[in-house]
């Protein structure tokens, strides 16, 4: 992701129309609120999103559920104006995809409703991860949002002093999120997959 003292890629605000038509078919790039945003992905940003999208598709398989796995899959809130985002790992519900009307054409998601499970892999540009994305995830009621900070590269006020790898667990209550830090061989609690075993360095670490 850019740092957060870059420039967006271009200076005037693209409408959501504009940015599919110059980066629609460019996974590594996500547009919030008219800014274009380079998700610069590393090697161990990239391996740690696969490993997370691995053992929650070893959740959904087990309790045979009817979600499928998206990473790096356009959403445009419809109440969130200029802006679309590309997790990097998401879980939709496949129900939902019937209610959705770009997703047969263009596979893109509009509905906070159609997703159950979203995950961030951190990058130099943290501050979308750790505020607006936790902002606008709740208002579209995404029950459950993974930040993977493998570098610990958030604020102090998001990942506490000194710095370190965190893995923050946003669970939706009462339209909020509340926030639980989870660090080295301390078990993931998920409400999503609650019989994930899986420790926070096992993700945080996917790379080594």
Not at 29 to 34: A, C, Q, S, T, V
Not at 95 to 122: C, N
């Amino acid at each position: 992701m850019a740092l957060a003292t870059d420039p967006p890629l271009r200076q005037q605000p693209l409408s959501f129309t504009e940015f599919l038509t110059r980066y629609g078919d460019d996974n590594r790039y996500e547009l919030i609120d008219g800014e274009v945003f380079d998700l610069e992905p590393t090697g161990q940003h990239e391996e740690v999103a696969a490993f997370i999208t691995a053992k929650v598709c070893v959740q959904i398989d087990a309790a045979n559920l009817p979600w499928l796995v998206l990473q790096r899959g356009l959403l445009r809130p419809s109440n969130i104006g200029m802006t679309a985002f590309r997790p990097d790992v998401a879980i939709v519900d496949r129900a939902e995809l019937l209610r959705e009307p770009l997703w047969a054409d263009q596979s893109i998601l509009t509905q906070g409703s159609s997703i159950k499970f979203v995950a961030e892999v951190v990058s130099s540009n943290w501050q979308n991860d750790y505020a607006r994305k936790v902002e606008d995830y709740a208002v579209l009621g995404i029950p459950e949002y993974w930040i993977a900070d493998y570098a610990g590269l958030g604020g102090i006020r998001h990942i506490g002093k000194p710095k370190q790898p965190t893995l923050s667990v946003c669970t939706l209550v009462d339209a909020e999120y509340e926030i639980q830090l989870f660090r080295g061989a301390q078990t993931i609690v998920s409400q999503t997959f609650p019989h994930l075993n899986l420790t926070a360095e096992q993700v945080l670490q996917a790379f080594r």
